[in-house]
């Protein structure tokens, strides 16, 4: 798990990863799952082999560890990931996590130039993320571009569309991006950072958002909902690139 506290702040952010989401799903229902498994949001528990009862353990244990009150009422049956999504809002209600403010950070098992080239290869980014249908790139300056980002589209067939811009620093291994076309929220800044350390690079992302006050969800439930797809877009990424990168190799 990993921690982080933001600088003027005392609230601690408190995140699982998707490799410890599957390690604690599978010592609480006795299931032999992977975390590549967890990657399919419609994916069930039961789809999984886990049955109601199971469902129940993963809940108590992720209270333990992420330090939550426990709910008796608590519903254990749910999808991996709307427990998880349902946890995360907890958590933030609980102040275990900081709202409209995320950060979370994957190892990925590949170069420095490799992760740093395929990550910011924003064109490419619809075979990267699972969330975006379309990148559009509207213009270039420099280490700074402004694109176009859509998704496919929702459970209501609307498909979101906004325009960010992104300015790259190779050299100190950050890059730092904000919407252009806020849509929903007041402001959405987005930093990037890369490091080697050991068993490869170390990608991190830290999220800093609100949202406006007639938006269709509030800050509080943005923050739960950036926390898990986070989680899910991260473990995607990271299995991607080291398979891009070992058919290189070949």
Do not use: C
Request: hydrophobic share 40%; aromatic share 8%; charged share 25%.
């Amino acid at each position: 798990m990993s921690y982080s506290e933001k600088e003027g702040t005392d609230v601690t952010t408190s995140v699982i990863t998707l490799d410890e989401y599957a390690e604690l799903i599978n010592r609480a229902s006795g299931a032999g799952i992977t975390s590549e498994e967890l990657l399919d949001p419609a994916v069930a528990f039961e789809a999984l082999g886990v049955d109601s009862l199971g469902g129940l353990g993963v809940v108590s244990e992720l209270e333990l560890r992420l330090g939550l009150e426990p709910d008796s009422g608590a519903d254990g049956t749910k999808s991996p990931f709307e427990l998880l999504l349902g946890i995360n809002r907890r958590s933030v209600d609980a102040g275990l996590l900081q709202e409209g403010h995320t950060e979370q950070s994957i190892v990925i098992d590949a170069s420095y130039d490799e992760v740093w080239h395929q990550t910011n290869d924003v064109a490419a980014w619809p075979e990267l993320f699972s969330e975006y249908a379309k990148a559009e790139i509207l213009e270039t300056s420099g280490s700074t571009v402004t694109f176009r980002l859509s998704m496919h589209p929702d459970e209501n067939g609307t498909v979101w569309s906004w325009v960010s811009e992104r300015t790259t620093d190779r050299e100190n291994g950050t890059v730092r991006a904000h919407r252009v076309e806020t849509g929903p929220f007041e402001f959405m800044n987005i930093a990037w950072t890369y490091r080697e350390v050991k068993g490869g690079t170390e990608m991190r992302w830290v999220q800093d958002f609100r949202m406006k006050p007639q938006a269709p969800v509030d800050t509080a439930a943005m923050t739960a909902r950036i926390t898990t797809n986070s989680t899910l877009q991260l473990a995607l990424i990271r299995g991607r690139v080291q398979e891009r990168a070992r058919l290189a190799a070949v």
